[in-house]
């Protein structure tokens, strides 16, 4: 019923600054937490970032200083502004949502990814 899109994934320099977007849509009565994670090849998924209902964050030590997440309620997304983006960041990077439905259920979900990848 919940469905999560990713975009704005691509390649970039070292240095260089993608923002990625995730759009939540379907019978959504409120979104609580939403958040970023990443899975680099051989590597396990690591949480990035985090944003709860009322604005507070959370990142990653490897990413603080870096990355910027933000959420816009009244559009049901969440965004992730990543600059000087280095080699070590590039992964499938992972939207995830906790979401209560119309029906007063809550569920958690997740986009399915969108590649970023930073050459030096």
């Known amino acids: 019923q919940v469905k999560l899109v990713e975009s704005g994934g691509g390649l970039v320099q070292a240095g260089g600054s993608l923002r990625l977007s995730c759009a939540a849509s379907?019978?959504?009565?409120?979104?609580?937490?939403m958040g970023w994670s990443r899975q680099a090849p051989g590597k396990q998924r690591e949480l990035v970032a985090h944003?709860?209902?009322?604005?507070?964050?959370n990142y990653a030590n490897s990413v603080k200083g870096r990355f910027t997440i933000s959420r816009d309620n009244a559009k049901n997304t969440v965004f992730l502004q990543m600059n000087s983006q280095k080699p070590e960041d590039t992964a499938v990077y992972y939207c995830?949502?906790?979401?209560?439905?119309?029906?007063?259920?809550?569920?958690?979900?997740w986009g399915q990814g969108t590649q970023v990848t930073v050459s030096s």
């Open positions: 995830n949502a906790v979401v209560i439905s119309n029906s007063g259920r809550v569920g958690d979900y």
């Open positions: 944003i709860t209902s009322g604005g507070s964050t």
């Open positions: 379907g019978s959504i009565f409120s979104i609580n937490h």
